[in-house]
């Protein structure tokens, strides 16, 4: 049955077929898909059932009991005995007064646990499959921010399946045909040409799609930001994020906000050029906004790289402004990676921007890209 649930997935384009599958049953906020496995339900439902049987005090099922384990087959304790021991399951004791449903609810508890670490563990092993894995559990990762888009999105099925393949690393990219399946492919970048072409040169390291594809992404981030910023200080603007258009600038009395202006200063500054620039008037303080949107690998570097990168031009408005004056990073994997402090520095922003939005829009941006450049042939 769990095979076929798969199968059919994979017919409705839902599932990649070389996409992991302990991760599909493995739950949506660890970075699952949050199926249940019938395989692990069917088991942990065994040692359930064997725990109430052997707690009870019920005269009638304690005889159903005694008769079940004269089976020589596949009575309730022999197959409950199989499956801890697959399952690595250590006895828990009852609690005193503790009811039977109750210790059994217990039971079942833990040994779905198990079987969701058993997952998990296969799931992070896998060469190609375990990388995503393994760099979400890195110290400088937000977990629970990374995995938000699996919970409330609200992607297409498909979109789903299509991000988590390319997490995965399961991508007929070129260079999968050529390491995995060895078909002879070429494995240089249909596109440029001149790199391995892997999930992520696709995604954030072709030199070609940096010129096109990543700038329309990027620009597609941060014109949400805009649009949220406009509407913090009542300025008029389209009724959706998407179908806002920034103007280079947009004022009032309050702010003056700059889309992708390049600053003149005094002292000659190459990085004078941040996204958005919020000029707060009334509360005297100035914002410089820059977002990006790199390969997950990249992600940790990134926010350091841009605090240090504006911050002669953070001097310089300062001074010439006479105005308080920050940078404010706006990272995020192109696969969803959420890096811990983007909170922070999200909160600074005014707008109440979401995290989770600029998620979706970087990964539906993601998206886009894959399959544009996965169907060229
Ligand atoms: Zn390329």
């Not at 921010?145 to 609200?154: A, C, D, F, V």
């Not at 303080?285 to 390969?295: F, H, K, M, N, T």
């Not at 922070?344 to 922003?349: D, G, L, N, T, V």
Request: hydrophobic content about 35%; aromatic content about 6%; charged content about 30%.
């Amino acid at each position: 049955m769990d095979a076929k649930t798969r199968k059919i997935m994979t017919m409705n384009r839902m599932h990649h077929p070389k996409a992991d599958i302990d991760r599909m049953y493995l739950p949506r906020s660890t970075g699952g898909r949050g199926l249940i496995q019938l395989e692990l339900t069917f088991k942990t439902s065994t040692i359930g059932l064997d725990a109430y049987l052997t707690k009870t005090n019920d005269p009638l099922l304690q005889i159903v009991k005694q008769h079940d384990d004269k089976k020589k087959l596949y009575s309730i304790k022999k197959e409950a005995v199989k499956f801890k021991r697959e399952l690595d399951y250590s006895e828990i004791t009852p609690s005193d007064n503790e009811a039977t449903t109750i210790y059994t609810k217990r039971v079942k508890k833990t040994a779905k646990t198990k079987g969701h670490e058993q997952l998990q563990k296969t799931w992070e092993d896998k060469v190609m499959h375990g990388k995503y894995p393994k760099r979400t559990k890195e110290a400088d990762v937000d977990q629970l921010k990374t995995h938000q888009w699996l919970k409330n999105t609200g992607l297409k099925a498909e979109t789903e399946g299509l991000i988590i393949a390319a997490q995965d690393q399961s991508l007929a990219t070129r260079s999968f045909h050529h390491r995995i399946i060895k078909d002879g492919i070429d494995p240089q970048c249909r596109i440029c040409g001149k790199y391995e072409e892997t999930v992520d040169h696709i995604i954030s390291g072709c030199p070609e799609l940096a010129k096109t594809e990543y700038i329309h992404r990027h620009n597609k981030t941060a014109a949400y930001l805009h649009w949220k910023i406009c509407r913090h200080y009542n300025i008029e603007t389209t009724g959706e994020w998407y179908k806002h258009q920034p103007t280079t600038v947009t004022e009032n009395d309050v702010v003056t906000i700059l889309w992708d202006m390049p600053i003149h200063t005094d002292k000659e500054i190459k990085a004078n050029r941040p996204d958005i620039i919020i000029k707060d008037k009334k509360d005297q303080r100035c914002i410089l906004i820059d977002v990006s949107i790199p390969s997950e690998r990249n992600t940790s570097i990134k926010v350091a790289e841009k605090l240090s990168k504006y911050k002669d031009l953070e001097i310089e408005i300062s001074r010439m402004w006479s105005m308080k004056t920050e940078t404010i990073p706006v990272v995020i994997g192109a696969l969803g990676l959420v890096k811990k402090g983007l909170e922070k520095f999200i909160e600074r922003i005014p707008g109440s921007i979401s995290i989770n939005l600029v998620q979706k829009i970087a990964l539906l941006g993601t998206a886009h890209i894959l399959r544009r450049i996965l169907s060229i042939k």
